[in-house]
T-cell receptor, first 113, second 111 residues
Framework: AQSVTQLGSHVSVSEGALVLLRCNYS??????LFWYVQYPNQGLQLLLK??????LVKGINGFEAEFKKSETSFHLTKPSAHMSDAAEYFCAVSDADGNKLVFGAGTILRVKS | KAGVTQTPRYLIKTRGQQVTLSCSPI?????VSWYQQTPGQGLQFLFEYFSETQRNKGNFPGRFSGRQFSNSRSEMNVSTLELGDSALYLC??????????FGSGTQLSVL
């Protein structure tokens, strides 16, 4: 069965600092991996996805993630945090069809001014 | 292009009642998925419909059901509501299956 572990339920960074949100996955098949963001009282928005090919994936709003098969990790980074990045972030894994996502517990990102 | 529309936005029901939630996907999207989000269990997959057929199902009791119409609009129904069914129910649509577009959800409170 597929599963996702997000390390740290809350992460706090200063504005302009590096953002690093950690995600480890477990999958018996080559995974599809996703990062979603959820702002208060809203649905989820796709930040980026990894299917096959290049292991460094660039997404929207300056975010990127690196797929490391040897470490079964898919950490999300952004070089410089902005106040508008404050939200909850979810890592997710799916099998090939991509429609049945297994989500991590989420990480709430706080950005301090 | 309009996004995924879920109605109603908020719903209050009492235990034992049933409820129907509606989801209109993005035009042209034939796949609709439903997720339940709670503080305790997080985001959990309920089911997915494609061209009016249930293609995937999560681990929820039979009280949770859904359907999809020929215009791709979908409804989910929860019968005999329990307090633990209080949650944000999210609908997502997709065209290719690799990218889901989520609605803002229906917040269901069971009293």
């Amino acid at each position: 069965a597929q599963s996702v572990t997000q390390l740290g339920s809350h992460v706090s960074v200063s504005e302009g600092a590096l953002v690093l949100l950690r995600c480890n996955y477990s999958s018996s098949v080559p995974p599809y991996l996703f990062w979603y963001v959820q702002y208060p009282n809203q649905g989820l928005q796709l930040l980026l996805k990894y299917t096959t090919g290049a292991t460094l994936v660039k997404g929207i709003n300056g975010f990127e993630a690196e797929f490391k098969k040897s470490e079964t990790s898919f950490h999300l980074t952004k070089p410089s945090a902005h106040m508008s990045d404050a939200a909850e972030y979810f890592c997710a894994v799916s099998d090939a069809d991509g429609n049945k996502l297994v989500f991590g517990a989420g990480t709430i990102l706080r950005v301090k001014s | 292009k309009a996004g995924v529309t879920q109605t109603p936005r908020y719903l209050i029901k009492t235990r034992g009642q049933q409820v129907t939630l509606s989801c209109s996907p993005i035009s042209g999207h034939r796949s609709v998925s439903w997720y339940q989000q709670t503080p305790g269990q997080g985001l959990q997959f309920l089911f997915e419909y494609f061209s009016e057929t249930q293609r995937n199902k999560g681990n929820f009791p039979g009280r949770f059901s859904g359907r999809q119409f020929s215009n791709s609009r979908s409804e989910m129904n929860v019968s005999t509501l329990e307090l633990g069914d209080s949650a944000l129910y999210l609908c997502a649509s997709s065209f290719t299956g690799e990218k889901l577009f989520f609605g803002s959800g229906t917040q269901l409170s069971v009293l």
